[in-house]
């Protein structure tokens, strides 16, 4: 008999297997027998067995031809985050499940995405070859206090230091990627792309814009499902939130690496210095997305993500549960924004990402966030009102309006340094007496969304001076 894991995750071993040949020395003798180990570990025969071994392209061939199935896990299993199958013909439950996903966990597994497995490939290649560019070059990429947009190694999470390098590419002002990435057209809020040159990284920017704009339509693809869950149809008036925000999204993708951190275990340190010194370096530490869902590719090898089981339990290892991907399946999470939208009814998790000793890590998130001036404001049909006093899932109105490009802002401006504190859905609880609601009033009337954040110009408005 065959393990189901190991059939499944065939197809993407041989996806690789193809990229490795296009990018080394043709061996039709390695190949064969890369290509005959392959089969036999999927089948579970003996490695040499090699006699019986159909040949591998016809049985990739035959794989990605049907729909592969993986079983579907409740949201009550305490372990493991659900999987949900995107071309589930069953409409009804395939919005239940999403439902049931963004509402207890926020996370799940996608499979059948329709993001194509050679595209995926492309861009996990192109990710690596980038970071490993040295480390001089990628500084001329350096973002800065005028362009949240570019490379980094210096990013604050809850005001404390990530284990990780990143660059981060985001929706041209454009809205055209063929236009040069500083024409003046291209500003925005978040600033202008940068990428390495051709000489640095051939093909680089290419094959991140390709996939960039297969996250775009996948993520179309799942707020529209998700506003269907909480049942809203195509008729809605309120389904001209979606509208805009496809036309209008400001979502940017993130390439992460995180190299191995190897910790500096000095025994000769007395109880009294242990106590006093810095916890260990988290990749990331515990947070929630700010934007409305993001996508994530994981690392197949490292298995650091981990999202909180429960949302206020003590920050114990019994109250984390690590992400273990998919072959193939892309990770989905809502966040700050959905909360707020569907006024708490779908969840913002909280998660972080461990370090690792020995591995390195890439991960490539695609957070897909509204327009700039949107104002996101709790659905009717999720509030309670004076007719729906039986109705036990709905509550009273939860938040107030949240402008995005706000949020955004002193999110970013959180990341780059320290303001005194980091923006957070609670700031726009009804009842908290929170500044933010004047402050983003404030910010409206002097921002322009057409043009670079500055972090110091608006400094006045965003510190904490508490």
């Known amino acids: 008999s065959v393990g189901k894991n190991q059939i499944l995750a065939l197809p993407f071993?041989?996806?690789?297997?193809?990229?490795?040949?296009?990018?080394?020395?043709?061996?039709?003798?390695?190949?064969?027998?890369?290509?005959?180990?392959?089969?036999?570990?999927?089948?579970?025969?003996?490695?040499?067995?090699?006699?019986?071994?159909?040949?591998?392209?016809?049985?990739?061939?035959?794989?990605v031809q049907h729909k592969m199935k993986f079983p579907t896990f409740t949201s009550n299993n305490d372990d493991e985050i659900p999987i949900i199958d995107l071309a589930n013909p069953d409409k009804a439950t395939l919005h239940r499940q999403l439902f049931e996903a963004c509402s207890t966990w926020g996370f799940f597994q996608l499979i059948n995405h329709n993001v194509d497995q050679s595209l995926v490939s492309s861009f996990q290649l192109a990710m690596i070859d980038f970071f490993a560019l040295p480390y001089d070059t990628k500084l001329k990429l350096k973002r800065n206090a005028r362009n949240a947009r570019g490379y980094f190694d210096d990013e604050l999470t809850k005001r404390r230091r990530d284990w990780k390098e990143c660059l981060d590419v985001g929706s041209p002002g454009a809205r055209d990627?063929?236009?040069?990435?500083?024409?003046?057209?291209?500003?925005?809020?978040?600033?202008?792309?940068?990428?390495?040159?051709?000489?640095?990284?051939?093909?680089?920017?290419?094959?991140?814009?390709?996939?960039?704009?297969?996250?775009?339509?996948?993520?179309?693809?799942?707020?529209?499902?998700?506003?269907?869950?909480?049942?809203?149809?195509?008729?809605?008036?309120?389904?001209?939130?979606?509208?805009?925000?496809?036309?209008?999204?400001?979502?940017?993708?993130?390439?992460?690496?995180?190299?191995?951190?190897?910790?500096?275990?000095?025994n000769n340190d007395d109880a009294e210095e242990k106590s006093t010194k810095d916890p260990p370096p988290l990749g990331v530490s515990p947070h929630r997305d700010a934007g409305f869902l993001t996508?994530?590719?994981?690392?197949?090898?490292?298995?650091?993500?981990?999202?909180?089981?429960?949302?206020?339990?003590?920050?114990?290892?019994?109250?984390?549960?690590?992400?273990?991907?998919?072959?193939?399946?892309?990770?989905?999470?809502?966040?700050?924004?959905?909360?707020?939208?569907?006024?708490?009814?779908?969840?913002?998790?909280?998660?972080?990402?461990?370090?690792?000793?020995?591995?390195?890590?890439?991960?490539?998130?695609?957070?897909?966030?509204?327009?700039?001036?949107?104002?996101?404001?709790?659905?009717?049909?999720?509030?309670?009102?004076?007719?729906?006093?039986?109705?036990?899932?709905?509550?009273?109105?939860?938040?107030?309006?949240?402008?995005?490009?706000y949020f955004r802002?002193?999110?970013?401006?959180?990341d780059l340094t320290d303001l005194g504190v980091e923006i957070q859905t609670s700031h726009f609880r009804v009842g908290t007496q929170s500044k933010h609601v004047e402050k983003q009033s404030l910010f409206m009337k002097e921002v322009n969304f057409q043009q670079p954040f500055d972090v110091e110009k608006y400094r006045h408005i965003l510190e904490d001076k508490d």
């Open 295 to 405: 996508i994530l590719l994981q690392d197949d090898d490292c298995h650091s993500l981990q999202v909180a089981r429960f949302e206020d339990a003590d920050d114990t290892a019994d109250n984390w549960v690590t992400v273990h991907p998919i072959p193939g399946a892309l990770t989905i999470n809502t966040g700050d924004m959905a909360m707020i939208w569907s006024n708490g009814r779908f969840r913002a998790p909280l998660h972080r990402v461990l370090t690792n000793a020995e591995k390195k890590r890439y991960s490539a998130p695609f957070f897909y966030n509204p327009g700039y001036n949107e104002l996101i404001s709790p659905l009717d049909c999720c509030c309670r009102n004076e007719d729906d006093v039986d109705n036990a899932e709905l509550q009273p109105t939860k938040y107030q309006p949240c402008l995005w490009g």
């Open 177 to 266: 990627w063929s236009v040069k990435d500083f024409d003046d057209v291209n500003a925005c809020l978040d600033g202008f792309n940068q990428f390495p040159t051709l000489n640095d990284c051939p093909k680089f920017r290419d094959t991140i814009v390709e996939y960039f704009d297969a996250c775009s339509r996948l993520s179309n693809i799942l707020a529209k499902l998700m506003a269907a869950s909480l049942g809203l149809d195509d008729e809605s008036a309120e389904v001209e939130f979606f509208r805009r925000m496809m036309g209008d999204h400001t979502s940017y993708l993130r390439m992460n690496y995180y190299p191995p951190c190897i910790l500096d275990d000095n």
């Open 409 to 414: 802002a002193l999110r970013f401006a959180g």
């Open 13 to 63: 071993f041989y996806t690789e297997l193809c990229h490795y040949h296009s990018h080394q020395p043709s061996s039709s003798s390695a190949r064969t027998w890369v290509e005959n180990r392959l089969l036999a570990f999927a089948r579970g025969w003996n490695s040499e067995d090699t006699d019986r071994c159909t040949p591998l392209p016809l049985l990739h061939r035959t794989a």
